[in-house]
Each structure stands twice: as C-alpha cells, then as structure tokens.
C-alpha cells in the first residue's frame, strides 16, 4: 500500500533535515534572497537552519520563513549544495509545510485564488471540442 501524501511529505521532510548541514550554500545562490525580508542580512547558514527546523516541524526564523516563501522554484540551489541534496525539493517540501499542508496553521501567507474554476474551465475550452465543452462544461 502506498503513502499518504501527508505521510510522504513528513518522510521526504524528516530524511532531507537529517542530511541537511544547514551550510547556508542554497541561500547564497537563491535569486529571491533579496526579495525575501531580512534573508539577505540574515547569515545565510541561519536562514537554512530556520528552513530545517520547519521541515521539522519547527516554525523556523522569521527570516527563514520569508526566504521560504519568496521561493519560485528556480532550482538554482540544487546544484549550489555541496552534499549534493535536492535543495529545490526541499524548499518545495518546507513551502508546503510553512502554507499548513499537514494541518497545522499557515507560518506563511497561503494565497487564495478566487479564480481558479474560471481559470480552469477557460483553459479547457482551448483544448476541448464543443461536443466535450457541452457535456463537461
């Protein structure tokens, strides 16, 4: 039997803290470091030891929780990690977390896109023959 993804996500979250240093390599290379309120003065080994203590269900650093959701996924920090971990991954697993994935409540901002079923059924009008669009739509 398969995962929960919730259980998945504490796995995932628990084995890459472990292998994690907190060397602060992944901060240095993000691009949005400067857009993420007080990471950029922060010790960049402090804003990744606040990103691990959230994949541990810690609620991590102020400044940690900025750089987390300033995070757009570049995944130029993957390769900047000197223990070869996928740092991408595990932004992606603490942004998660920081938005309240698991229960608990939100450590960051969660956006709520009112939109999202016109968004959806625009774009399936692209794709869709009219046939399609009158019984799905």
Do not use: H
């Not at 992944?26 to 003065?41: I, S």
């Not at 030891?49 to 400044?63: F, K, N, S, Y």
């Not at 697993?93 to 625009?122: C, F, H, M």
């Amino acid at each position: 039997m398969s995962a929960s993804l919730a259980e998945r996500i504490r796995t995932e979250s628990a084995r890459l803290a472990a292998l994690c240093v907190a060397c602060g390599e992944c901060v240095r290379a993000c691009p949005m470091t400067p857009y993420a309120p007080g990471a950029e003065a922060a010790a960049p080994n402090a804003v990744a030891a606040g990103m691990r203590d959230v994949l541990q269900d810690g609620e991590g650093t102020p400044e940690a929780r900025a750089w987390i959701a300033a995070c757009t996924r570049s995944g130029v920090c993957s390769p900047a990690c000197p223990e070869g971990l996928d740092a991408a991954f595990m932004l992606r697993l603490a942004q998660w977390r920081a938005k309240g994935a698991l229960g608990n409540a939100p450590l960051i901002p969660v956006k709520e896109d009112t939109q999202y079923s016109p968004k959806v059924k625009a774009f399936a009008r692209l794709t869709l023959t009219e046939e399609e669009q009158a019984k799905w739509l």
